[in-house]
């Protein structure tokens, strides 16, 4: 396989350069969360600034703003010396800024020239041009490379999520009015040759004078492309530097290196006890994976998205299929074959996705907290009402719920409250091992704590417990011992105390970086036996 | 970390957790009114009031609706059918599917359930014969045959949404077609199957419960007695009122259809849940298929032809979420009191058959509409206290 080198032709509409986008004192409350601090950043014409931060830094937050999707609470944006306030997406982007996000909007009935040039398709009286668009996309295509691997016939709904992007950056680049593009993580579905061709884009961008704003979580990568590097922490701009001269080193200790140890007590006397024990499970996300769970224990899995935690969890508990692996529980082989199962060897799951997944929103906090034990609340089929109420008022006072009573509509809890009801359902199941995906996600810190506590309780009580998070501060201070995944696979365990962020960082991303690097000695050892 | 302390009350310490713990005992301080309304439900209040309001409109209308041979004959037949539907169909809406084929399988359980009493056999295509024992000359068996019938075709509609994973709008409408088709397949000769040579089995459409009340004359006729029909359909309403508002089964029908995956999650078998609430829906369909013989005095493959529009229409009036996971027996009960009265009403004002079926079709539409408009309420009212 040969690779072509991107052509190096004129722009195909000049972009004019001109001052930078100034952020200034840019905030951002949400509700008990403080997601941008006092942001202040220049985005320079004809520079690629790397922004950089764990999960729920503020990253997003910012991109939003730019795009119009959110409004700051404080603080301007400004460009020419003119301030910019979006209402929405369409104002920023009249504006000359564009956002690409992960999962980009494409209409799926339609090619991907159609969705390139959506809603500014060449006419011909009452009729799309087609000949013409044909035309235009595919020099547009073949000037930046990606003709082979963005087919202009290919239907919407048939592109993978790289070429969702690639279509939604060609949206973009055609544009001559744009002037700042930021991309969220766009390497993350990417193969190695769409990668390739990703940076040559950029960096012809950059040449054109565009201010381009990249988001990753691979260091390598920002290492090799971005001009600056801007570190953000809880919400703040801890860090603005040039790339050349900055090491990994220096980037992990900025975008982790807080201490949050002291919400975490970890008085626990765990026990030697196996009771979930997975054996070399391979399922369409998993390249065999093995780890054990004990009694009283709190194992935490940390990794990037996607590296196939909730899938992991997932599988165990019989939800999506595991085609070989062995599940034991309490030494014993199970064979689950859907939740229920699970259920009924003493398996608790809690989603990451309570609204979706875990919660009925529109029944009562009652029905919600007993869904999983109704049948042993029966008596000839009739639920043994106050039994019932006596068990649900239980677990709602024990997780401190906040409702007006037992009959509320879930869907009407907040947050933090709704998660302490999928809590509840599972406490009062009384399972032996408890899976919890992103337990903490999306609720404020008060809540947070109480559902520390909570695990710890239980783990203090026997329970084993599986904790996936994306948090590491959470995770560090929470997990007895921790696994680490990346790609379907276990890259590597680690004992919970005295591991430090940076050790879970490389192990999460350690493999993007041996694969990068090989793939780069094959393509430069390809290109100099042409 | 002050900060996260004082925001984390700890359970049962602090002023916090007094209000916030629920009040369980706060239902025997609300008023009897308020009790009056929460047992009946205010969504079922609005229903009484236009049942009320559509009575009142009818016997200004027409006097002749509050008589004794109206209230007990033609209103009360016509109520039952649609209401035995209606009361299956509710299981399968609540869990967000739906089941068209109800009036079809009302047919083919009609052919069947006549079959077995006359002849001990169901006739099958080119000449073969199902004998079915012992049921020959009993009304017990009929009816049982009839329900048997009801509940092997829901299960051929639970399979088909469940394992072929077809969407139930279309699947249960195949199954409408091919069930008709069915009917006559199974009729001798496509012909329908006369019982009048069975009294006994007749009886259930004749018989007479409480003849000899001593009651007032009403509208010039003297009291004849409760239909046995009517205590039947009566009786089946309560046994799924008691189904799905008391058992783990009809939290499992509420908990599907509000949130399949969530539902799944919790440990809910979908799959066999699903092809249940089908079986049990095809039970009815068949029990109302019995019935229409009994009163028709004939096993007759069009028995059942176009209730299922009666029935759906009256699920939707009664309160269902078209999206599922709401919805009561007792709505859907009122809903068929108040399609049945408007169907009489209109009968004896001499409205025509033509504009009877527009009028169904516009209220199925206004019912669905006025669900949805409640439901887009409900959903405003969540976000914002969800928010707040």
Redesign the interface.
Known sequence: MTLIAPTEAAPLAPRGAGGALEIRGVSKAF?NVQALDDVSLDVRPGEILAFLGENGAGKSTLLKILNGDYQPDTGTLSMDGQQLRFANPREARAAGIRVIYQEPEIIPGVDVAENIYAGELPRRGFFIDRRALNQMVDRELAEYGFERVLPRRRMGDELSSAQRQLVEIMRAVKSSQMRVLALDEPTSSLTDEEVDRLFALVRRLRSEGVAIIYVSHRLHEILQLADRVAILRDGRLVMVADAAGLTEDVIVRNMVGRDLG??FDRRRATTDRVVLQVEDIRSDWHRGVSFDVRAGEIVGFAGLIGAGRTELAKVI?G?LPMSSGRILVDGREVHIS???T???QGIG?A?EDRK????????S?L?NTT??I??R??RF???Q?RME?RIA?EY???????????EQ?V?????GNQQKVVLA?WLAAKPKVLILDEPTRGI???????IY?LIDELANAGLAIMFISSDLPEILGMSDRIYVMQGGRITGELPGPGTTERQVLELAMHEHLAAHRASQQMATAERESR | ?S???A??????KGPE?SP?????G?AERESTARRFINAVGVDNLSLILALIAIVAVVVWLQPLFLSWQNLMNSLSQSIVIVGLLAVGETVVIVAGMLDISVGSIASVASVTAASAIVAGAIALPEGLQLPIPFTEGSMLAGILVGIGTGVLLGAVNGLIVTKLNVNPIIATLGTLAAFAGLAFLVAPEGKPVGVVTQPDFTWLATGRVLPDLPLPELGGRGWTGIPILFLIFIGVAVVFH?LMK????G??V??IG??A?????????LTRMRIGMYMLCGATAGLAGVLLTARTTSGNPINGVGFELQAITAVFLGGAATTG??GTIVGTVLAVLLVGVLNNGMNLLGVGTFYQRVALGVLLIAAVALAQWRQAR?ER??TR???A
């Open positions: 509700p002291e919400v508990f939800e859907q939740p229920s699970a259920i009924g799951f989603p979706r997944e875990g919660l009925v929103l529109i029944r906090v029905e869904m999983a109704i049948r609340l029966t089929r009739i639920v009402r109420r008022s709602v006072a024990r997780l401190n719920v906040r409702t007006p009573s037992l509509e869907g009407k809890l907040s947050g359902r404020d810190v008060g809540a947070k704590a109480e506590r | 970390m900060e996260t302390q925001a984390a009350p700890l359970p049962g957790s916030s713990t629920p009040r369980v706060a008691v008391y058992t783990d089964f939290r499992a509420y908990a509000g949130n995956t969530a539902a799944r999650l919790a440990g809910i078998n996971g709401k409900a009212a969540r206290t969800a928010t």
